[in-house]
Nanobody
């Protein structure tokens, strides 16, 4: 089993920044994972924000390109999501996800609220 713990959410004004962190309970980057951030706003489906591979390849949802940056620190078993120029429509619970050969794992989520 792999536990993922997110942190860094909070309340920020539009135009502000937050950095989310996802810490894994094990050295997941030795397991060739795809690690990603997803978000779910009230009444909406969970959607992809960004993903990163063990080799550092990244992918972003079109709505986030140029504003969000996903990165990893393999030594700390941590994946980050730097979010700049936040908008009220970015308000959601943000979840960390890891897809491994062992299975797919989710964190408990962290709330991000952007006020206008």
């Amino acid at each position: 089993q792999v536990q993922l713990v997110e942190s860094g959410g909070g309340l920020v004004q539009a135009g502000g920044s937050l950095r989310l962190a996802c810490v894994a309970s094990t050295n997941i980057f030795s397991l060739n994972p795809m690690v990603g951030w997803y978000r779910q706003a009230p009444g909406k489906q969970r959607e992809l924000v960004a993903t990163i591979t063990s080799l550092g390849g990244t992918n972003y949802a079109d709505s986030n390109k140029g504003r969000f940056t996903i990165s990893r620190d393999a030594a700390k078993n941590t994946v980050y999501l730097q979010m700049n120029s936040l908008k009220p429509e970015d308000t959601a619970v943000y979840f960390c996800n890891a897809v491994l050969r062992l299975g797919t794992f989710w964190g408990q989520g962290t709330q991000v609220t952007v006020s206008s």
